[in-house]
């Protein structure tokens, strides 16, 4: 039996920011970081898309979200927000807090706004070897359902 330990460091919330996918890309290059997951409706998804494109033998994965939990830097819905009314606010921004979503979601919404976003990635050409939940969103009852499913 080979009892040789392996550690895996994983950078979620790629796809942020620039800072954050310029910290991820340097890891993941120098061998730092394994692993790293990607934000759909951040403001630099694209730019991490790309990179991961260019790099197909790096692991990457879909970093499902359906929070936004930055005050000054909202996330909006890839789905049109007017379609999954019980997960935005009115100006179609996701809510800060998985409470929100635990109370309120409709699981239809969850589904369809999920589905969109692997998606809108799958449609870029990315190929995730993984699914994961932004802040453990997706951790609840019958929304893991859900999760579990896509």
């Known amino acids: 039996m080979n009892s040789k330990k392996q550690l895996i460091i994983h950078a979620d919330d790629a796809g942020l920011a620039w800072s954050e996918n310029k910290a991820t ?9 394994s692993s790293t997951s ?25 970093h499902l979200t359906l929070t936004g939990e930055w005050k000054t830097y909202p996330f909006r819905s890839i789905t ?28 239809e919404e969850v589904e369809l706004e999920l589905t ?16 994961d939940s ?3 969103t997706l951790g609840f009852g019958k929304i893991f359902w859900i999760y579990t499913r896509s």
Do not use: T
């Not at 730019?47 to 879909?62: K, N, T």
């Not at 969109?116 to 993984?130: D, F, R, V």
């Open 25 to 33: 890309q340097v890891g993941m290059l120098k061998g730092s970081i």
């Open 38 to 62: 990607l934000m759909v409706p951040c403001p630099w998804f694209y730019e991490m898309a790309q990179f991961c494109l260019q790099q197909p033998e790096l692991d990457y994965g879909i």
């Open 80 to 107: 049109a927000p007017a379609k999954i009314p019980s997960l935005v606010d009115k100006q179609g921004h996701f809510y800060p807090k998985r409470k929100h979503i635990r109370n309120s979601a409709v699981l």
């Open 116 to 131: 969109n976003q692997i998606e809108y990635a799958l449609s870029l050409g990315l190929k995730p070897s993984h699914l």
């Open 134 to 136: 932004h802040m453990y």
